[in-house]
């Protein structure tokens, strides 16, 4: 069973003082299995941002439907829905989004926090977590105490903090030099490899060659998706440079 479904999803924005309209996505379906890694790729303003907040339920879709273990997530409330990501989303974002108020210790800890969880729960969780993700000695720090790459790292701690079924991240390295880009990445890989399911969205071959699906938007549709099976990075690298050529090609067709 998909863990995660996007069905004929449609999102039509238009403006309040003009009767222009744009349209973002124009019915896209596909399914995302337990344990898959996958990367959206296309140009800026294809749509592939506009995908990943609908399927996190930050946007509504004008048409279409979000299944997470065959639950439907438009059919839930604004607080029911905040409430939904916390428990089975976790996301990450470009620009880390920490609080600098906050150590990074309690910006890990905020969605369990906002869920209200016993202390005693949430230490283990952290501990746990921290070791994993390897940043056990920058709890205490705050975030403007410490680099792009560590910053990272705590923010995917507080996207992994709640156990999420799908992780979902908005160009994760886009802030990020090519070193600490890697090791995020190879970060991704061993979490994909111990079951965690990832949705990363990516300008970067690169990082795209992590995965092991690749889907490509265009104009706000699915051009097409290619799979690495048992190919090396390097090789599924070409083949995703390959197909992004083939997308210029047909764009100015």
């Not at 108020?101 to 283990?124: C, H, K």
């Not at 720090?141 to 560590?150: D, M, R, T, V």
Request: proline content about 3%; charged content about 20%.
């Amino acid at each position: 069973m998909p863990i995660l479904e996007a069905s004929h999803l449609r999102k039509i924005y238009s403006s309040r003082f003009s009767a222009t309209q744009v349209e973002a996505l124009s019915d896209v379906t596909f399914q995302v299995q337990p344990g898959e890694f996958i990367a959206i790729m296309g140009e800026s303003g294809s749509g592939k941002s506009t995908l990943l907040n609908i399927l996190a339920g930050i946007d509504r879709p004008t048409a279409g439907e979000v299944r997470l273990n065959g639950s439907s997530i438009q059919k839930l409330s604004k607080r029911e829905l905040a409430a939904f990501r916390r428990n089975h989303l976790g996301f990450i974002f470009q620009d880390y989004c920490l609080l600098d108020t906050f150590n990074n210790e309690d910006n890990i800890l905020l969605p369990l926090v906002l869920n209200g969880e016993r202390r005693s729960a949430m230490t283990e969780r952290l501990s746990s977590v921290a070791r994993r993700l390897d940043i056990t000695d920058l709890l205490r720090k705050y975030p403007y105490e410490i680099s792009g790459g560590q910053k990272q790292r705590v923010a995917v701690a507080r996207a992994m903090i709640t156990g999420p079924a799908v992780l979902l991240a908005d160009e994760p390295t886009g802030a990020l030099d090519s070193k600490s880009s890697e090791q995020l990445l190879s970060l991704f890989e061993t979490l994909n490899r111990q079951g965690q399911t990832i949705v990363m969205v990516t300008h970067s071959s690169k990082a795209a060659s992590y995965a092991s699906r690749v889907l490509f938007i265009q104009d706000g549709r699915i051009f097409h998706q290619i799979f690495k099976g048992d190919q090396n990075r390097w090789a599924f690298y070409e083949k995703i440079n390959d197909t992004l050529n083939r997308m210029a090609g047909a764009s100015h067709a």
